[in-house]
């Protein structure tokens, strides 16, 4: 059962899209699987009393021209399961567990989000890492020690994002992505 203080943040004016919806196909999972588990379409849910806090952090990022994107929110235990299930099938199941929390799911509170910066002058997401760099590049600190001037920036960026979000009550998830935030002020 889905919490039931839920809201879609587009009605705070907080950009985002469901990650799921969007990438179901890449990840191994058919648009059937989703809507099964409970997802009909690309509107981000979050718990009411995280709103207030995300503008924060959107107010924040917007000092430096950005805005907060939010990439997922609340996601149902049923998604979780199929989501696990499929990534298993298509990338094993040590790459699975590296990213997915199957023992608190905590998409599933509505009081976790995974979030981008978004730049809206050219309208597309920033970058926080190379792709090329693989999974291990979806966590802290990856890049920190490394000097080229593009991991420097991931770093930094990546860096301002996480003490943006801590400063408004949210923490890293214990899978410690550099984008995955559980609110717990």
């Known amino acids: 059962m889905p919490p039931t203080n839920l809201v879609y943040i587009d009605d705070y004016n907080i950009s985002g899209t469901n990650f799921y919806w969007h ?7 058919s648009k059937f699987d989703i809507v099964s588990a409970g997802l009909t379409s690309d509107r981000v849910q979050v718990q009411v009393v995280m709103i207030e ?18 990439k997922e929110g609340y996601r149902s235990k049923a998604l979780y399961e199929i989501i696990y ?20 799911m905590p998409h599933s509170l509505g ?20 792709a090329s760099d693989g999974t291990d590049a979806l966590f802290v600190d990856f890049y920190k020690d ?14 301002w994002l996480i003490e943006s979000m801590q400063a408004q009550g949210f923490c890293l998830g214990i899978k410690r992505e550099y984008f995955h935030f559980d609110y717990r002020p």
């Open 23 to 29: 990438k179901h196909e890449v990840k191994g999972l």
């Open 85 to 104: 299930q499929r990534r298993i099938e298509k990338f094993g199941k040590e790459e699975t567990d590296r990213l997915l929390n199957m023992k608190n």
């Open 146 to 159: 490394k000097t080229d001037t593009d991991s420097q920036r991931y770093h930094e960026l990546q860096t």
């Open 53 to 70: 806090p995300l503008l924060a952090v959107q107010a924040v990022l917007q000092t430096r021209g950005y805005r907060l994107f939010i």
């Open 111 to 130: 009081l976790s989000v995974d979030v981008a910066i978004w730049d809206p002058a050219i309208n597309l997401e920033v970058y926080l890492r190379n």
